[in-house]
């Protein structure tokens, strides 16, 4: 297993993007551009109008407005993202740094549920090296986070683990587990396919109150009636918790650097994952900024890059 995502330098892709889809929460169609950008600059959303950019908005913890359904960021003005995290998921995933993401509508399309189409779209682009070198944010003690009956906590390592549990009183989900050390070979194969899952119950009651308007069986896992109501099934057996591991990876890339560390949570979400992030930014003594250790990296990139999108494919098919 290479370890490219301990890239020394930054990266960012080769060139611009399309991507159309549906909010799942509007319902209403979204296109996004994504575009190449400079070292240093991060995941940055741009918010147009008629063309007109009228917003920046950087993926980070300072920008999170909330993350109950989804995860929301914005600015002071108002304007939003909403429904960022698989979409940054993908980008942090596959070791990305710097990415404009630009979008007329306030919500990034749902497209499968998934992170899978992002992470195609990347790796058609093609994923380049900067020249500025990579910064880390290393976490120098552990950091232990609760919510309601979950817990959470990061602690230090030389790369980039998950450890997530989820115990479900459904027995169609009940409790899985999934550890890994994150490398973009890895999580274009074993994470970005898993899709987001719902009960039906849940959804009747979120098409009620006008939310989840665009959510179906062609970007969601429906579980009602004893069984799972997607006519392909399962994508993973164990999807639901491999759905929580991408997600994690998006959520903890909000903490605006790549992470040394290693995270555990134990029936969690988002908002966990948020609070484990800004738990550990202010606590001063907790984490440093630190350059990946010099390595004869940059053939391997280069090569780690061709292996995700090889490995990738043989997975789909
Ligand atoms: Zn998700």
Excluded at 145 to 162: K, T
Excluded at 168 to 194: C, H, N, S, W
Aim: net charge negative; with cysteine.
């Amino acid at each position: 297993m290479t370890h490219n995502i301990m890239s020394v330098r930054q990266t960012t892709i080769k060139r611009d993007t399309v991507l159309k889809g549906i909010g799942v929460h509007s319902g209403s169609p979204v296109t996004l551009l994504l575009s190449p950008s400079d070292p240093d600059t991060g995941i940055t959303f741009v918010i147009t109008r008629k063309g007109v950019a009228v917003a920046e908005i950087k993926a980070n913890s300072d920008a999170v407005r909330n993350v109950t359904l989804c995860t929301i960021i914005g600015d002071e003005n108002g304007a939003i993202a909403a429904t960022v995290e698989h979409l940054v998921s993908a980008i942090r995933g596959l070791g990305i740094d710097n990415i404009t993401i630009e979008m007329e509508s306030g919500e990034v399309p749902i497209m499968d549920g998934s992170a899978a189409p992002f992470v195609d779209t990347l790796l058609e682009c093609g994923i380049r090296e900067q020249s500025a070198p990579r910064r880390y944010i290393k976490v120098l003690k552990t950091i232990r986070v609760e919510e309601d009956g979950a817990c959470a906590e990061l602690r230090p390592a030389d790369s980039f683990y998950i450890d997530v549990t989820i115990d479900f009183a459904d027995e169609l989900i009940g409790k899985q587990q999934i550890a890994m050390e994150v490398t973009p070979e890895r999580y274009a194969v074993e994470l970005a396919r898993a899709r987001t899952f719902g009960f039906m119950k849940d959804v009747e009651k979120l098409w009620a109150a006008g939310r989840a308007l665009g959510a179906s069986l062609e970007n969601t896992i429906a579980l009602g009636e004893g069984k799972i109501l997607n006519p392909e099934g399962l994508r993973y057996a164990d999807e639901f918790v491999r759905h929580k591991a991408m997600d994690a990876v998006g959520d903890l890339a909000l903490a605006g650097a790549p992470l040394l560390a290693s995270y555990r949570s134990i029936c969690g979400g988002h908002s966990l994952n948020y609070k484990a992030v800004q738990t550990l930014l202010a606590d001063q003594d907790a984490w440093t900024y630190v350059e990946a250790p010099r390595r004869r990296q940059y053939a391997h990139a280069e090569a780690g890059a061709g292996m995700v999108a090889a490995n990738f494919a043989a997975a789909k098919n």
